[in-house]
């Protein structure tokens, strides 16, 4: 856990510095689409979030 709070604090020291403020809602709209399709794979729900896509 401690080597992904270093990991996010690193992604938000390179958006702060060089001022890529822009990239923060991707990184946030790709991870929140990753967990998505990682937590409703087994589920009943699969079928359904897999049509969107």
Same mark, same amino acid.
Not at 25 to 49: D, K, N, Q, W
């Given at each position: ?22 990239? /923060? !809602?991707? &990184?946030?709209? #790709? ?14 729900? /699969? !079928?359904? &979030?897999?049509? #969107?896509?």
């Amino acid at each position: 856990m401690e080597a992904f709070l270093d990991l996010a604090k690193d992604i938000w020291d390179y958006l702060r510095v060089r001022k890529k403020f822009w990239l /923060a !809602p991707l &990184i946030i709209t #790709i991870i929140l689409m990753g967990s998505l399709i990682v937590f409703t794979e087994g589920s009943v729900v /699969a !079928p359904f &979030i897999y049509s #969107i896509f």
